[in-house]
């Protein structure tokens, strides 16, 4: 069964305006972490942002903020006055606590435009 | 930067070669993790080590090995290299090998492997 479902195989959004990613993710462990990267053109993997799911809330880091809704199992990453340069793949990934290995979505394309 | 290093940066090779992939992790971080990325099967975690030990194993082929050496750089070696084994190949580290508060992955900026 699939852990990490990224719906949305790709996003367009105008500069300067704010965009959701959404993730939603399947666990029956009560301890677990979400996690967003960003991997643009050339490669990289980019850590961006981590929610822990007895944090109180909405972990944020500059323009990037997790709406995170634990009854609905969802994570989505929301990027604020978005740029040129946050055109790139976004992955969602969760780690239970315990568990090694996180589990990645397939991953999200944007395509900031000007 | 993330701290974590890898080496080279691209590599071209034939059918039936054998390379090696090097990863130096973040200073401080034990554990390593090796994963593949191609187009076709997004992010496959391959194998991961702690202290020099190995913790968990995915869909690593038996082709592939790795270890992880006591200065706790890593390396992931790669034997009769088919065309199918062009990918990204990623090195990830973290302070601990499991948990999830605070036990990022930092990611290298990955290898690519070309099989021709």
């Known amino acids: 069964a699939q852990k990490i479902t990224q719906t949305q195989p790709g996003m367009f959004v105008q500069e300067k305006e704010a965009v959701t990613l959404d993730c939603t993710y399947d666990t029956s462990d009560p301890s677990y972490g979400l996690f967003w990267y960003k991997q643009p053109s050339s490669g990289e993997m980019i850590f961006l942002i981590y929610?822990?799911?007895?944090?109180?809330q909405n972990a944020t880091e500059g323009r990037y903020s997790l709406n995170f809704q634990k009854a609905r199992k969802s994570a989505n990453l929301v990027i604020s006055a978005s740029q040129l340069g946050d055109s790139a793949m976004y992955f969602c990934?969760?780690?239970?606590?315990?568990?090694?290995?996180?589990?990645f979505g397939r991953g999200t394309s944007l395509i900031v435009h000007p | 930067d993330s701290g974590v290093t890898q080496t080279p940066k691209h590599l071209i090779t034939a059918t039936g070669q054998r390379v090696t992939l090097r990863c130096s992790p973040r200073?401080?971080?034990?554990?390593v993790y090796w994963y593949q990325q191609s187009l076709d099967q997004g992010l496959q975690f391959l194998i991961q080590?702690?202290?020099?030990?190995?913790?968990a194993k995915g869909n690593i082929l038996e082709r592939f090995s790795a270890q992880q050496f006591p200065d706790l750089h890593s390396e992931l070696n790669l034997s009769s290299l088919e065309l199918g084994d062009s990918a990204l190949y990623f090195c990830?580290?973290?302070?601990?090998?499991?948990?999830?508060?605070?036990?990022?992955?930092?990611f290298g900026a990955g290898t690519r492997l070309s099989v021709l």
């Open positions: 080590y702690y202290n020099g030990e190995e913790r």
């Open positions: 990934a969760m780690r239970e606590e315990g568990s090694y290995i996180p589990t």
């Open positions: 200073s401080g971080d034990l554990s």
């Open positions: 990830a580290s973290s302070p601990r090998p499991q948990g999830t508060a605070k036990n990022i992955q930092y």
């Open positions: 929610q822990g799911s007895y944090d109180q």
